[in-house]
């Protein structure tokens, strides 16, 4: 009898954990069902899509570069010698013709006074040379007349008449020396001059290189010394680098506007005043060159805070148009064609030689949204901003685009897959309606 009882307990666990067993099977039988049948709602490729609609397409060019007031002149030393007297600092202003500086002229003048003596040595030889050729030509017609008479030899009227011609060239030789003395002492005069320097045009010293008492460096047979530089900075502009492939879209007169790095969240507006013929070539190697050409944007509201050298960014607009058909930029991809899987290996040889004869190119694609799949839609683009791209044929305005992920369109998306839709887009009222 006790074992009996003791076996009925155990029986009883058995039979409890047989059922939480099948109690747990059917909740992961109801699990499994309630994820197959949510499963159907899931189904497609997840993309986001945008409506095609029409809007301005505006067309910029970016490029970095300083400002420069567009006239500065760089003034250098054009004789040798000491500074003695600078009258301007750096930010001063001037006004053209104003005294700059004055180097030490007495080495020049020293200069000045010996050619001054070469002229008066040069001309006494003049006066010399004068009265040897006059006593010449007297002697010549003395003779010439005993020659006509037969009393002297014709050896000795030769000797006089070539007498004559060597005091002619003596003359001709001195009246020389005194033109080449007077030459050298304008010359000097001009140096003399040009000790004092003055201001060729009204403007702002933007640099200063040199202090009173510095000695200097003349131009004349080498690079000057640099003394100041003077910018004109009523007429302010942003001297930009642009890329080669860009520069072929910018006319003069192109409307633009500019950020300077020292004045954060402010643009001024400007114009293209001019473009370069001749590109500026930078890069280590012919793999790393990179060709810009200078642009010149003039501002039309020069800010007084404006400083040469400062790093700014030109934003220039080269295109506009108004009600076109756009998408958002990403929408839209490359698309190699693809061969037919089921073709036989001898029409896909046939196929990739008429392709190589007939030189196709990738498509241009984007992908319609057609109920619950996509359709690949090839089309021609135009114009392009930093959001949208104009599209000028394929595309009707109102049409559902897919227009994301990047990796979904560029690669995984094909013609006729099931997609499911992530993002809500508001559609406009004729299509709500």
């Not at 001063?92 to 030490?104: E, F, Y």
């Not at 040379?129 to 007297?138: C, G, W």
């Not at 001898?346 to 498509?363: C, F, G, I, M, T």
């Amino acid at each position: 009898m006790a074992t009996k009882e003791r076996s009925r307990p155990a029986k009883r666990k058995r039979r409890s954990g047989l059922i939480l067993m099948l109690i747990l099977l059917g909740l992961v039988v109801i699990v499994g069902l309630i994820m197959a049948l949510g499963g159907g709602e899931e189904e497609g490729f997840p993309v986001e899509v945008a409506e095609a609609s029409l809007r301005t397409i505006t067309e910029t060019v970016i490029a970095p570069g300083v400002v420069e007031p567009e006239t500065q002149i760089v003034i250098s030393s054009e004789v040798s010698g000491e500074i003695v007297y600078l009258a301007v600092e750096e930010g001063d202003r001037v006004s053209k013709g104003k005294v700059l500086v004055r180097i030490n002229p007495e080495s020049i003048v020293a200069q000045r006074e010996q050619v001054n003596a070469q002229i008066l040595s040069a001309k006494s030889q003049v006066s010399s040379a004068s009265a040897s050729l006059l006593k010449a030509q007297s002697e010549y017609e003395r003779l010439k007349k005993l020659h006509e008479k037969k009393l002297i030899t014709d050896q000795e009227i030769e000797t006089a008449e070539l007498q004559v011609k060597i005091n002619e060239a003596q003359l001709e030789a001195a009246e020389y020396q005194v033109r080449q003395s007077q030459a050298n002492y304008r010359q000097v005069q001009e140096s003399v001059k040009k000790t004092t320097i003055i201001a060729p045009i009204s403007g702002v010293v933007t640099r200063l290189n040199v202090k009173e008492g510095e000695k200097v460096v003349g131009a004349i047979q080498m690079t000057g010394t640099e003394i100041m530089t003077i910018a004109d900075l009523s007429v302010i502009e942003a001297v930009v680098d642009v890329v080669e492939t860009d520069v072929v879209g910018i006319d003069i007169g192109d409307e633009a506007e500019v950020e300077v790095d020292a004045l954060p969240n402010e643009t001024f507006r400007a114009l293209v005043s001019r473009i370069a013929n001749s590109p500026k070539q930078s890069g280590m190697g012919t793999q790393d060159q990179l060709i810009n050409f200078e642009v010149r944007l003039r501002f039309l509201d020069p800010d007084t805070r404006f400083r040469p050298g400062m790093s700014a960014t030109g934003i220039i607009t080269t295109q506009s148009k108004t009600n076109v058909i756009s998408v958002p930029i990403q929408a839209v991809t490359i698309r190699e064609e693809k061969l037919d899987e089921e073709v036989k290996d001898e029409e896909v040889q046939d196929l990739r030689l008429e392709r190589e004869k007939s030189a196709l190119k990738p498509k241009t694609v984007l992908f319609l949204v057609d109920g619950d799949s996509v359709l690949q839609q090839e089309i021609t683009t135009g114009l392009r901003d930093d959001q949208y791209i104009e599209i000028t044929s394929g595309l009707a305005e109102r049409d559902i685009v897919v227009s994301g992920s990047y990796k979904a369109i560029s690669k995984e998306l094909e013609d006729g897959m099931q997609i499911k839709i992530k993002n809500e887009i508001e559609l406009t009222d004729d299509e709500q309606d």
